[in-house]
């Protein structure tokens, strides 16, 4: 579905303004990075192979929603960033050198997902997101993340998100009982943007893309799996209930069908041309550690990114 091969229209459209620069503003093309917990990893390698290629800085608009949020950023931030943020990835989120931090417990109920860990990760240290680089990149960057008022998905301007960047992307990757309470951004309460991971509809509305990837860090099958309430969904939906909220539980129940009606939408429209990035196997889900798996991965979708657009 959408596959993005040699010869799609995207990756024609795409090296040209790549060469042409300021002489292509007809061309507006937009990058989407979505959801997906370790299968993010995926989206690490694509992003990586747009970085080497010298595209990322093609498009206009990228779009971090969950753990597409810091791979983004890491990769707006430049060459060495990029790196560094695939091997947080390796490293920190599979409990190995240099932390030897257990970010994924399953024994750990109130927290499985360690999100505050990536936090304080992304924040401080030697793998922390050159924030100001991110800030000078050419492209507009945008998290989405969940408003549990609204029950709708705010697309945030991250580089003049209130308090601050790094806050942004923990809004966007708040995963649904993995926090102690939504988190605060510009005035507004926000959990994991995974709720609604594929706002295809509601970008083209807002930022008119002539063109769009879409890296959704899992398989065709996988994402038509996404369309109905599965176990995962269930168990969130059970952890939901620590916030005391109907709307919580009730915005994750209810994920499928906002995956189903974007889908859907997409095999209907005709006014911007959109490629996909679909990872090239299933072999690491959502909670995978091996080092070994991730890596393979990465480098698969890497792969697969580089011969698109030879």
Sequence with gaps: M?????????????????????????????????????????????????????LLDAFDV?????????????????????EVGVSVYLEE????????YPFIALYRLSKIVDVDFLHF???LGRKRIDVEAVRRSRPDFYLGA?????????????????????????ASMA?????????????????DGWLDPLPLQQLVERFQPTDMIVVPNCTVQQMQQRTTVSPTVVALATLALRYRSRRIVEAVLTEPRRIAQSLRWLKQQHQVNVGVLWAPDNS??????????????????????LEAFK
């Design 62 to 82: 990228v779009v971090g929603i969950s753990a597409g949020g810091p791979i983004a950023a890491y990769s707006l931030a430049g060459d060495q960033q990029a």
């Design 2 to 54: 959408f596959e993005l091969r040699r010869n799609h229209p995207v990756v024609k459209r795409l090296r040209w303004k790549q060469q042409m620069g300021s002489g292509a503003k007809h061309i507006r093309p937009l990058l989407l990075v979505t959801s997906g917990g370790m299968r993010g990893v995926y989206g690490g390698g694509t992003v990586l192979a747009l970085r080497e290629l010298g």
């Design 146 to 170: 969940f408003n549990v008022e609204t029950r709708q998905l705010d697309v945030i301007n991250a580089k003049t998100a209130e308090p601050d960047m790094l806050t942004a992307i923990k």
């Design 284 to 305: 690491v889900h959502q909670l995978t550690t091996d080092p070994k798996k991730l890596l393979r991965a990465m480098k698969l979708a890497h792969w697969k990114t």
């Design 93 to 100: 989120c599979t409990g190995g050198p240099p932390t030897n």
């Design 175 to 191: 995963i649904v009982g993995c926090v102690e309470e939504p988190v605060s951004l510009n005035g507004s309460r926000y959990l």
């Design 121 to 123: 990760v992304f924040g």
